[in-house]
């Protein structure tokens, strides 16, 4: 990004000061003791002299080293006139002195002496202790010592031409101005303006109008602004931009104000701040840029957006920092990077922007917008280019399958595309894997997922419960189809178990098995080798009625209403059907049971280890409170978990209303009737109930809390009313 350099080249041509000019071989005029007269003109020396009377006074005639002075201005010409009335005309090798500073030089001279009024034309040079101007045309006032050139002027040095269609110079601020199609030249540059204004004493340009200074490389624009050549230092105002074209490339920055201080090579774009190159585009507040260690700063929520058509990739945060020399970006602050179907947000973004690659840390959140996938972590990798992402620190992965959240857990998640071309991805997931969703729970080592199969794959004691039946085996795997599962394949030491009431266990063995699905549940289950079953038949009632132990080399069963309906055996089966009450339930456990329910993640809450909220179905309100307060069931349980501050809020009557609210039970309808002897007897009870699903030690313990923070807040409104 290197602005570096765009204004140093900017402003040389302003420094007229050390423009060397042939000195003047004049002394200065010796005073002569004539009478005083504010407006008489001296002749301090001629070679000859004619003078005549005429109707207005007296005429003369000057020629050859002629020398005028009136006060402090001195005039010196080859042939002169002095008219009666104190006017001078001068011709040839004309020169004014004022001061001895204000030296100007012309062709011819005409001069008033009672206004102090002078025009000098052709070839005229105006030159003081700084500055040194060449015009056909200008007009000079002694009085208040400004010169004004009306139809164009020239400055020139060594390398440097300055050029203005109308001017003007004060020599008491040492200011010249210039307007009207000013135009700079120098080897290096071109500079056009409207106007420009100059001190030629403290070296100080003000720009005053759309100015534009350029070259084949680069452009500098602004319409206002000043630079201070002595201290090498610039401000740019009103439209500031500047273009960069070096080897090629294009580089744009913009501001309300762009600074340059030159003593320090810093650089600051303030207030809209842009900035362009030909990878990416800044917005900022403001950019800073250190010239001398190459590093960029970006302040006030930047936002970068590639230039890249293919990538269209958007990072924005609220600081930023780059390093040119190492090619890395930091990023902080509410940070988001957004490329085609990826979205990250995160607390701070480390960036190389030559491998293209970044470390995102704290509170990290990726999503694929396509693929219907979010990963939320404490830190991760991830490539540009080649869209790879690592994600580690808890991650958390989910998606939706059959329009239900499933969630995904291990200490290292890597989600890479298929292709670069391609929008499907792929999903490694390495130790501790832990996956929830409301019908299907497992638990493994590694986890693979294949976006083209939509297959997952479970390796090392995988663990999968589907509707509650667990599905045990060396690997297995998964395939989805339309969001829902298709088939489950298990390979190497297959045992498939299930149970209604954690006594009796159906179970299903193999070397292999494969288990159809159809719209979710299981259709048909193939064993492989070695087949094994034990399952308990129950009527209609779901009474168990006996338990078959069947052994056979493989077999089909097909299922209905998740239970077994019928066998297909494909070999010789050995079947014993055991009576209920005759047989040793333990000892049909087939070799290497075991029942995993005390290791299946139960609900999401229990995965994403969080309290589980309580429901509370209705609660026995007597209607005035209800018409008081206006709390349905969800507002009473947000009241129920509020904390002291939220408590603080409230007034004691408010307080009181929301115990009474908990200490009611509910009849059947859900309501209450404070006439019915019922409900009288049951407030008489030694303890109200609130029917929830939550254990009755967590509602005692919210009541506690409540009552402790009512407490608290009596405490509160003690203390504020003291």
């Avoid at 701040?273 to 001398?292: C, H, P, R, S, W």
């Avoid at 704290?362 to 939320?376: F, M, P």
């Avoid at 994600?391 to 298929?418: E, G, K, V």
């Avoid at 000892?587 to 909220?613: A, C, H, R, T």
């Amino acid at each position: 990004m290197p602005i570096k350099y765009f204004l140093s080249f900017l402003f040389a041509c302003l420094c007229f000061h050390n423009t060397s000019w042939a000195q003047l071989s004049d002394k200065p005029p010796v005073k002569d003791n004539l009478e005083n007269d504010s407006s008489r003109i001296d002749i301090i020396n001629i070679d000859k002299f004619k003078e005549r009377t005429t109707s207005t006074g007296l005429f003369r005639e000057l020629t050859g080293n002629v020398h005028l002075k009136q006060k402090e201005m001195h005039i010196w010409c080859d042939t002169g006139f002095i008219f009666p009335n104190q006017q001078v005309e001068a011709f040839s090798n004309v020169q004014m002195l004022q001061d001895d500073s204000i030296r100007i030089f012309s062709d011819s001279l005409y001069y008033d002496g009672i206004q102090r009024f002078s025009r000098l034309r052709k070839n005229v040079v105006l030159k003081d202790t700084s500055m040194t101007l060449f015009t056909d045309k200008l007009d000079y006032d002694l009085n208040t010592r400004i010169a004004t050139f009306p139809e164009g002027s020239l400055i020139e040095s060594d390398t440097t031409t300055l050029v203005s269609k109308k001017g003007t110079y004060n020599a008491n601020t040492n200011i010249a101005h210039f307007s009207d199609s000013v135009r700079i030249t120098n080897p290096n540059y071109k500079l056009t303006a409207d106007s420009l204004a100059f001190n030629t004493q403290t070296e100080m340009a003000y720009f005053i109008g759309p100015t534009k200074v350029y070259n084949d490389e680069k452009v500098v624009y602004c319409e206002d602004g000043f630079y201070d050549s002595k201290k090498n230092y610039a401000e740019l105002y009103k439209n500031a931009r500047f273009e960069n074209r070096e080897d090629g490339k294009l580089e744009v920055a913009e501001g309300d104000t762009i600074i340059y201080d030159g003593a320090d090579d810093v650089y600051y774009l303030i207030g809209n701040a842009y900035f362009q190159n030909e990878d990416q585009e800044v917005y900022a507040d403001t950019i800073l840029m250190d010239g001398k260690t190459e590093q960029y700063t970006f302040r006030g929520h930047p936002r970068f957006k590639s230039r890249d058509t293919t990538s269209n990739q958007s990072i924005i945060a609220q600081n930023s920092d780059y390093d040119a020399i190492n090619k890395t970006m930091i990023f902080r602050g509410d940070v988001k990077v957004a490329q085609d179907n990826q979205i990250i947000t995160t607390d701070s973004l480390d960036y190389n922007t030559e491998t293209k690659s970044g470390i995102a840390k704290g509170n990290v959140v990726w999503r694929d917008t396509s693929a219907k996938l979010k990963i939320t972590c404490g830190q991760a990798f991830y490539n540009d280019s080649t869209k790879y992402l690592l994600a580690h620190l808890d991650p958390i992965l989910t998606t939706l399958i059959d329009n239900d959240t499933m969630w995904l857990r291990a200490d290292t998640l890597i989600s890479l595309p298929d292709s670069i071309d391609t929008e499907q991805r792929h999903l490694y997931a390495f130790h501790n894997v832990k996956t929830y969703k409301s019908n299907l729970q497992s638990l493994c080592d590694s986890l693979y997922y294949d976006a083209i199969d939509s297959t997952f794959f479970f390796y090392q004691n995988p663990i999968l419960w589907v509707d509650g039946t667990q599905f045990t085996a060396d690997t297995i795997h998964v395939e989805m189809k339309n969001s829902k599962i298709n088939q489950v394949r298990l390979f190497e030491k297959s045992l498939i178990v299930n149970t209604n009431e954690g006594t009796f266990f159906n179970q299903i063995k193999g070397r292999n098995a494969i288990i159809q699905f159809n719209k979710g549940e299981i259709k048909t289950m193939k064993l492989k080798e070695n087949g094994e079953t034990v399952y308990y038949a129950t009527d209609a009632s779901g009474a168990y009625m006996l338990v078959n132990d069947i052994d056979c080399s493989s077999m089909v069963l097909f299922f209905a209403d998740k239970q077994i309906k019928r066998i297909r055996y494909e070999g010789k089966p050995k079947a014993v059907v055991y009576p209920m009450s005759q047989v040793d339930h333990n000892s049909l456990f087939l070799k290497n049971f075991q029942w995993l329910d005390s290791l299946q993640i139960k609900s999401k809450y229990e995965f994403l280890g969080i309290p589980e909220p309580i429901f509370i179905d209705s609660l026995l309100i007597d209607s005035t409170a209800l018409d008081s307060l206006s709390l349905d069931s969800l507002a009473l349980d947000s009241l129920l978990t509020m904390d002291s501050l939220a408590l603080e809020s409230l007034d004691s009557s408010q307080i009181n209303q929301i115990d009474s609210l908990s200490d009611n039970k509910p009849n059947k309808m859900g309501k209450m009737d404070p006439n019915s002897p019922k409900d009288k007897k049951s407030a008489a009870k030694k303890g109200s109930k609130i029917k929830s699903k939550a254990p009755d030690s967590t509602l005692k313990k919210r009541k506690t809390t409540t009552s402790r923070k009512k407490k608290l807040f009596s405490k509160n409104r003690e203390t504020n009313e003291g």
